[in-house]
């Protein structure tokens, strides 16, 4: 069994707001998809096991936004801060989206 990540994927999320600011997805499908499955994983590993503590999308601010904040983080240990107090209150909303885009994508 592959283990879900245990720290914020940083590099990750940073890359996935770079490829969807540029509008690059369909240019990079593979390496956005690769940044989606490991942010998949995390955000999974903080929605299981909290079902009460999830906020529903309408309560949420925007996916790229939340992503922003993760990735404006200057150091792993500050992502991981954030990553931790984000837990109930937006990685559904940022599943939801990445996930929406990524199968867009896959599916043309």
């Known amino acids: 069994m592959v283990l ?3 720290d914020v994927p940083l590099s990750e999320i940073q890359n996935i707001v770079a490829i969807v600011r540029a509008g ?3 240019a990079k499908k593979a390496d956005f998809a690769h940044d989606v499955w490991v942010l998949q ?3 999974q590993s903080r929605i299981i096991g909290s079902p009460d503590l999830i906020a529903s999308a309408s309560e949420c601010e925007d996916p790229v936004t939340l992503l922003e904040k993760v990735a404006a983080s ?3 240990v500050a992502a ?3 990553g931790d107090v984000m837990s ?3 990685w559904k909303t940022i599943l939801q989206w990445a996930l929406k885009i990524l199968l867009d994508e896959l599916l043309k």
């Open 41 to 43: 994983g995390y955000a």
């Open 80 to 82: 991981q801060g954030l």
């Open 74 to 76: 200057s150091d792993s």
């Open 24 to 26: 690059e997805i369909a």
């Open 88 to 90: 109930g209150l937006g």
């Open 4 to 6: 879900y990540p245990a």
